[in-house]
């Protein structure tokens, strides 16, 4: 009897102790109930950022508290509304862990870096390479994903589904109880927007970026957008333009370009614009001309590179039909100019398809590597090409790593360490902002370096050529001002610093009418421009005549 007992007992305590550790699991639940579980929990867990941004405008208080509660449950109906509209059948615990892990790494983003997860940002994340997607991994990332992601998608997956005795055309009767959870959904969001309308009137109009970071509705909608623009991409029929395009002058001598584009590069932060620090005392010393007053088409790689390329212009540029029409570089070659594409970033981001391509992130390539390919390799890189290439004029376009975040310690060997303490960590949040100036200041000082180098490359062989060099930044950076880091803001509500880059050129001494081109280059050094006259200098640059050339457009052509 004794031992009876004492095993019922401890299978007793066996139960007690189990039960909670379960949470439940053993008990079946509706679709409904679990889709409603991760609508809150996201809404409650994973909007740091939206409710921060949220609360600074409505705080706290009685004044305000119906409509904090109000907006919470909007977002809760929201999300579960989204969910609702997918998460069918056998898709529903798939979707639903999905909707989870989305969440937790969109909320890390967010609450890190500040950053809005639109249709753009998420097309740069498709193009991110390996390289540039460890520099963003962290310790942090990993425990939001655990905490915020994987236990609660263990839970989901545990949990037993409930399901309805079978009756009589079940799928209509399980398609009509989702139809009425959407309509009830609806019905709660229309009532809740309506009983503070003049509060949310004012919102939606006043406060736009705020909606950005709603989690993970705002997401799931970039992701949609995003789609539909892959699909457009995909059937939409490539057009040639320019087909009229010819040079209209011909030297004896032969002509060198080399561009570069450059990556996440301030112009503010360059010593030739006025930078307090001496950033680039190697390219003032070689009498460079720099225009301080470009403004870029996008603020990310992914849109300004297609874009300052394209003839579209910012106001009208579509992605879709930036890469399936000809860009400035497909027009110059047209006319017989040898163009080629050096990468030492992640790609040419759709512009460089029908050209030849090198990559030099590859070490046996790149003669330059440490514990990445340094953008100097690329150098190394001109003279094989110029010498297997005995005729005609050559374009060399060279896509550079740059000042590419959040590890800028990386983008620089030791040796350019020079501003002092640098932030060694991709968490720039960890960091104090003179740590995290410091370090993106060195490499500044590398890309002087680079740009310098390649300067002096194309002064060796000016015996044969008309040589050319132009530096152009793709975007800005934000480096914690506002408490903002990195860049790929929606650009209506970008800082400036995101959008305003530099635009450097050097020409040898034998460029036709030299001086005169230099002279009326430095005379608009503070004039206005924008990607926008990109693609029209580079026609300028080789006397291309067409249509499409807008002389005023052209920052190096005749006013």
Known sequence: MPDAFLTQRFARLSAS??????????????????????????????????????????????????????????????????????????????????????????????????????????????????????????????????????????????????????????????????????????????????????????????????????????????????????????????????????????????????????????????????????????????????????WSCGTSTAVSVPCMFSFLGHDDYSQAEALATDNALDVVQRTGVRVAWFDNNSDSKGVAPRLPNFDFKDPEVNPRCDIECRDIGMTAGLANYVQQRPDGDLLIVMHAMGNHGPAYYKRYPSEFERFTPTCRTNQLESCSREEIVNAYDNAVLYTDYFLASTIDWLATVEDEFDTAMVYIGDHGESLGEGNLYLHGLPYAFAPDIQKRVPLITWFGANWPQHDELVERINSRRHTQATHDSVSHTLLGLFDVSTTLYDPEADLFGKP
């Open 17 to 294: 102790i189990k039960a909670p550790l379960t949470l439940g699991v053993s008990t079946a639940r509706a679709p409904i109930t679990l889709i409603l579980w991760v609508a809150a929990f996201v809404t409650l867990f994973t909007n740091y950022r939206f409710f921060s941004e949220f609360l600074a405008i409505y705080p706290l208080t009685a004044m305000n508290l119906v409509f904090i509660v109000s907006t919470t449950l909007v977002l809760i109906a929201l999300t579960a509304l989204l969910l609702g509209l997918v998460c069918i059948g056998p898709l529903l615990k798939p979707l639903l862990i999905a909707a989870l892990m989305v969440s937790a790494n969109t909320a890390y983003f967010m609450d890190t870096y500040h950053v809005i997860i639109d249709d753009v940002m998420l097309d740069n994340l498709l193009q991110t390479d390996s390289a540039e997607a460890l520099d963003l991994l962290s310790f942090w990332q990993a425990l939001y994903c655990v905490i915020l992601g994987l236990l609660p998608s263990l839970f989901i997956a545990r949990v037993p589904i409930a399901r309805r005795p079978a009756r009589r055309y079940p799928l209509v009767q399980a398609a009509l109880r989702r139809v009425g959870f959407i309509a009830s959904f609806l019905a709660a969001i229309a009532a809740l927007l309506l009983s503070q309308g003049s509060s949310y009137a004012s919102f939606f109009r006043e406060h736009k970026d705020v909606r950005f970071y709603a989690n993970p509705s705002y997401t799931f909608y970039s992701a949609a957008t995003l789609v539909s623009g892959l699909f457009e991409r995909a059937t939409r029929p490539f057009e040639h333009i320019g087909l009229d395009a010819v040079r209209t002058t011909r030297s004896e001598r032969r002509r060198l370009v080399v561009m570069i584009v450059g990556e996440t590069l301030r112009s503010d932060h360059l010593a030739l614009n006025g930078y307090t620090r001496d950033t680039t005392p190697l390219l003032a010393a070689r009498g460079v001309s720099s225009l301080t007053d470009l």
